[in-house]
């Protein structure tokens, strides 16, 4: 149970860095965000190592291994690259434009998608009872932070935030998003992955 506390308390921890970027305090945010990611990475490593195992047939390791690489790559993707890592979470202050572009096209918030695969693929890989009974909840906690965000930071930290939230869905992707992403996926040629889909348009235009 003490590692399911430590992955609480990491996620709490790096979601610290809006407060900080928005006061622009300096070097708060890459320790804020270093420490809780840390905290994370060692408590769900150490849950996946516990000793008490489910009973699952051989094949679903297997998925579990195609699953847990898949959604890796795209929480990584999603938070890393889609998003400008240096202005998002090292630099002092807010991490610059309103990316709506790529994945941020498709739903406001994709890495809870993927955070919700890579733990189901941590389940059927480290085969850990605690894991499969940490999930609920660290879904649950990740749903209320990013809900925390979206209402009361978000807004306040990228100019055009209302707008894109009255257009693109929280979490769960529609038809018009869906259009959306792909639009941008086609115009990634003529279009940067961190410009907006109109941004992109107006290139392909001239």
Not at 66 to 92: E, H
Request: hydrophobic content about 50%.
């Amino acid at each position: 149970m003490i590692y399911v506390l430590l992955a609480v308390g990491g996620v709490v921890i790096v979601h610290f860095c809006d407060p900080a970027a928005i006061k622009r305090l300096p070097l708060v945010k890459p320790l804020v965000w270093a420490a809780g990611v840390g905290l994370v990475g060692y408590a769900t490593t150490m849950a996946c190592l516990q000793p008490d195992k489910l009973s699952l047939p051989s094949w679903t390791t297997w998925m579990g291994w195609v699953l847990l690489g898949a959604s890796f790559l795209l929480v990584v993707y999603s938070l890393f690259i889609n998003l400008p890592f240096r202005k998002t979470y090292l630099a002092t202050g807010v991490g610059g434009e309103l990316i709506t572009s790529g994945f941020y096209a498709l739903t406001r918030h994709p890495g809870v998608l993927w955070t919700v695969l890579l733990m189901g693929g941590l389940i059927l890989v480290s085969r850990s009872r605690l894991v499969m009974a940490a999930t609920p909840l660290f879904i649950l906690l990740d749903l209320l932070v990013v809900s925390i965000q979206d209402r009361y930071f978000f807004g306040r930290m990228f100019a055009g935030y209302d707008a894109y939230r009255k257009k693109t869905p929280m979490l769960i992707p529609n038809a018009k998003s869906t259009r959306a992403f792909i639009c941008s996926i086609r115009l990634a040629g003529w279009a940067s992955p961190r410009r907006t889909v109109k941004e992109a348009t107006d290139v392909r235009a001239s």
